[in-house]
C-alpha cells in the first residue's frame, strides 16, 4: 500500500484514531483497483481544516485542500467539471455539521455523486475542545465556558430525511468493517455519507464508551434497501452518550435516483468546444 502513501511526517497524535480511517481508506482503494472497480488516475479527493483535514499531505493521490467547511462544496464543483472523475472528501464533524452543514443538505438533497466521509469525534479536537454540534450534553466546551446543555445532531437521521442515496456509520477501529463500507460508498452512484466515529484520545475520548454499545447492522439482518426500516435504525442512537444506548454501525441505507451531474446533464470540461471571439472584446470600453 505504500505507494498510496505520500511518505510525509504524519502529525496526527500517536494512537489517533484518524490512523484507523487512514489505513481503512488505502485498503478500500487498493482493493478495489486490483478488483478492476476503479482507476486511481481519475480519483480526486478534498479535504477540510482540522486533524480530518491532515489527510490531504498523507495520501498520494490528486487532491484540493479546501476552507473550513467547504471541502464538501469544492468536491461536489469537481465533479460538476468533469463528471467522469471519482471524488472523494474527507471533513471533520465541525466541518460537515456546523460550517458546512448547508453543503451538507443540499447534497443530499440534491444527490450529487460524490462520496463523504466525516471524521466525527464530537468536538472542535485541534482547537483544544469547543463543542461541535454532535458534542453530547454535559460536555464542558470552551466556547461556551460551561457544560454544553444542547441536544446533539442526529447526522445520520438528517441525511436519510434530506434525500441521501447512501448513508452509514463507520467506527474509525473496526477498520476491516469500515474498509467494506468506504468500498460500498465508493462503488455507489449518487450521494455517499459515512459518518465516522473516531474518538479524539486527547480531548474527547469515547472509545470505551462506544466500543461497548456497539453493534453491526449486517449482524442483524438489517435490510438497508428499506427506508422506513433505516430510519428506525437511525433513530436507536441520538448521541447523547446515553448508558443504555444501542448504537448500530454499518450501511442503513441504500437507494438509486438521478445524480446532479445527470440532471443538469452536465458534459466533462474537457469535451467542451469554446470559441473565444476577440474582436468582441476589442469592442468593450470602459
Not at 480519483?43 to 483535514?53: D, E, L, P, W, Y
Not at 449482524?219 to 448500530?248: M, Q, S, W
Request: hydrophobic content about 35%.
Amino acid at each position: 500500500m505504500e505507494d498510496l502513501r505520500t511518505g510525509y511526517q504524519i502529525t496526527w497524535c500517536p494512537g489517533c484514531t484518524n490512523f484507523g480511517i487512514y489505513t481503512a481508506i488505502i485498503s478500500a482503494l487498493k482493493e478495489l483497483e486490483s478488483e478492476g472497480k476503479i482507476d486511481r488516475r481519475k480519483i480526486v479527493f478534498t479535504s477540510g481544516i482540522g486533524c480530518a483535514g491532515k489527510i490531504h499531505n498523507y495520501l498520494n493521490l490528486s487532491s484540493f485542500s479546501g476552507l473550513h467547511g467547504r471541502a464538501l462544496s469544492l468536491g461536489v464543483g469537481i465533479k460538476m467539471g468533469n463528471p467522469e472523475l471519482t471524488v472523494l472528501v474527507f471533513q471533520g464533524d465541525g466541518d460537515t455539521y456546523n460550517e458546512g452543514i448547508e453543503h451538507f443538505v443540499s447534497s443530499c438533497k440534491e444527490n450529487a455523486d460524490v462520496k463523504l466521509f466525516v471524521h466525527n469525534n464530537q468536538v472542535f479536537a485541534l482547537t483544544t475542545a469547543q463543542h461541535t454540534f454532535t458534542t453530547e450534553e454535559g460536555f464542558y466546551s470552551k466556547s461556551l465556558g460551561m457544560k454544553v446543555f444542547e441536544k446533539p445532531l442526529n447526522p445520520i437521521t438528517l441525511a436519510l430525511v434530506s434525500g441521501a442515496t447512501f448513508v452509514a456509520r463507520g467506527y474509525a477501529l473496526w477498520v476491516d468493517h469500515l474498509k467494506y463500507i468506504m468500498k460500498e460508498a465508493i462503488l455507489h452512484k449518487g450521494f455517499a455519507f459515512v459518518d465516522i466515529i473516531q474518538p479524539c484520545i486527547v480531548q474527547h475520548d469515547t472509545r470505551k464508551y462506544y466500543e461497548t454499545h456497539m453493534y453491526k447492522l449486517e449482524d442483524v439482518g438489517h435490510d438497508p434497501t428499506n427506508f422506513d426500516e433505516a430510519l428506525k435504525k437511525a433513530l436507536e442512537y441520538d448521541y447523547t452518550l446515553r448508558e443504555d444506548a444501542k448504537i448500530p454501525v454499518g450501511i442503513f441505507y441504500k437507494g438509486s435516483r438521478i445524480t446532479l451531474h445527470e440532471g443538469l446533464k452536465v458534459q466533462p470540461f474537457y469535451k467542451i468546444n469554446r470559441e473565444l471571439n476577440l474582436d468582441v472584446l476589442n469592442q468593450i470600453t470602459v
